[in-house]
């Protein structure tokens, strides 16, 4: 099996295990016969073996399979890296203090409001952020299965939660689809939402800088992978 194809069945059994069991009726039809304990450690496990077959796979794997391109020492694309990181950390850290209407356990009234206003989904975008960046270096295949896994995972998951939630209906909550948008600024970029900075969480998005900074700087040490 070819190391490309290794990475990607490790993709295909984590979202497919999180889409399976977390559509509506079989979620639900499980919750029933297992109650929510039970459901909830039969989703960790599935989630958390998935997740490791993967991440082991990638490592033992990465930059492998065809090349089609190799920027890892180019400076230009290591900066860009830098920047767009920068941003997915913000997203990433600022999302968790801000509430959302859309989360598994509904935390905010469909407003937008502070990051919602730049994307109604800023942690799955940011997480997919976080892989389209590292494939402008990485460019052998099983580094675009990984990191392009990681960016259709997050998006198609954004997607998920959306039809979802569309599916209970309401005027309110139409409203808030309306009014956002899943990719970054295309609500405000569209005439459909205003950025108000002074709503964004500005403390929690600085902390997720600076452990984007943290990272960079440790990245060789940490995950074995040296860049320019």
Partial sequence: MSETLTVALGWIAFGGGHFVLSHGRIREGLRRRLGPNGFNGIYSLVAISAFSFLVTSYFHHRHAGLP????????????????????????MVGSLFTPSPLAMDPRGRYEPRGLLRITRHPFTMGSALLGLSHCIPNGYGSDLAFFGGLAAFS???????????????????????????????????????LLRIGELPWIAGAAGIVAALVIRWHHSRWFGIPIA
């Fill in 68 to 91: 089609l391109w190799d920027l890892r020492t180019s400076v230009w694309a290591v900066r860009l890296v830098e920047i767009l990181m920068l941003f997915s950390f913000f997203l």
């Fill in 155 to 193: 998006v198609a998951g954004a997607f998920h939660q959306d039809a979802r939630k569309r599916r209970e209906g309401g005027t309110e909550r139409q409203g808030f689809f309306e009014q956002t948008s899943v990719l970054p600024f295309a609500a405000i970029l569209g005439g459909r939402q």
